[in-house]
């Protein structure tokens, strides 16, 4: 099994930055990819942004290419998301996804991101 530990979520003001971090234990060696999505209250689950364990293939969302950037470090056991340039319609719960053809996926509990003045 997979457990996924999301981290980094707050306040912050439209323009600013903010790094969200997932940390990640069990069998992390069955994860082909990770990713983070988001959810606002009345609306589906979508995918912000994917990196993939063997060459770290990424892709963004288009609402978020250019201002998004996701990143591993294996020592860490860590994805990470930076966010920069966030507007208020970023305004989300954050959920950490970990994707494995054997064991299927798996997610962490959620960090709510604010981006309001």
């Known amino acids: 099994q997979v457990q996924l530990v999301e981290s980094g979520g707050g306040l912050v003001q439209p323009g600013g930055s903010l790094r969200l971090s997932c940390a990640a234990s069990?069998?992390?060696?069955?994860?082909?990819?990770m990713g983070w999505y988001r959810q606002v209250p009345g609306k589906e689950r979508e995918l912000v942004a994917r990196i993939t364990t063997g060459v770290s293939t990424t892709s963004y969302a288009d609402s978020v290419k250019g201002r998004f950037t996701i990143s591993r470090d294996n020592a860490k056991n860590t994805v990470y998301l930076q966010m920069n340039s966030l507007k208020p319609e970023d305004t989300a719960v954050y959920y950490c996804?970990?994707?494995?053809?054997?064991?299927?996926?798996?997610w962490g509990k959620g960090t709510l991101v604010t981006v309001s003045s």
């Open positions: 996804q970990g994707s494995s053809l054997l064991l299927g996926n798996s």
């Open positions: 069990g069998s992390i060696l069955s994860i082909n990819a």
